[in-house]
């Protein structure tokens, strides 16, 4: 493979303004760029989540499934990256919102239904996949708005929604093998 970048500077986004692949320039604050910036935080907080599974994985059985199901997740993010920077480019397969559904449906049986609302906690790792789970969400509203005015590939949004229900279902399971009860939440106090 060739090089991508030659060059990481260009100057030429220093007014607020960025290049698509199609040619067109936009600004920064646009509702694609705005989306395939929530798309990339979500990649990196994907990635740290991934590299505290690794490092946790040799004392904690059980959570090297949740790596080789996450880890192909990074690429899906930046494939779904690619379509957002290039309107014409499709990566994204059905296949893969099938792959997310399968490990969700697995997992769930595993942890049992919800009983109760939970908060993000209980160890850094499930902290960790809470934080992806919300930044999940926050790339959807992302991707909803792009979508309200020019339409995006409906295995787009449905990947990005599925894989914030994945991280929520994760944050369940790390709990459940790290053997650390989940956080309730508890209303507060009425008059």
Request: charged share 25%; proline share 4%; net charge negative.
């Amino acid at each position: 493979m060739g090089y991508r970048l030659s060059k990481i500077y260009t100057r030429t986004g220093d007014a607020g303004e960025t290049g698509l692949a199609d040619g067109r320039r936009v600004g920064k604050d646009h509702p694609r760029i705005e989306a395939i910036g929530e798309v990339d935080t979500l990649n990196s907080q994907l990635g740290l989540l991934l590299a505290e599974l690794a490092e946790q994985a040799a004392t904690h059985l059980g959570l090297g499934e949740l790596i080789d199901t996450l880890a192909p997740c990074q690429h899906r993010l930046f494939d779904l990256g690619g379509e957002l920077a290039m309107p014409d480019y499709q990566a994204l397969n059905p296949e893969e919102v099938e792959r997310l559904e399968t490990a969700i449906d697995r997992w769930n049986e595993e942890v049992g239904p919800l009983e109760n609302f939970i908060l993000p906690g209980g160890s850094r790792l499930i902290a960790q996949a809470h934080l992806c789970r919300s930044q999940a969400r926050g790339a959807e509203r992302r991707c909803q708005q792009l979508n309200a005015v020019e339409p995006l590939r409906a295995v787009l949004l449905a990947y990005v929604n599925r894989l914030s229900d994945l991280l929520f279902v994760a944050a369940r399971l790390i709990a459940r093998r790290q053997r650390i009860d989940e956080v309730l939440w508890r209303a507060a106090a009425r008059d």
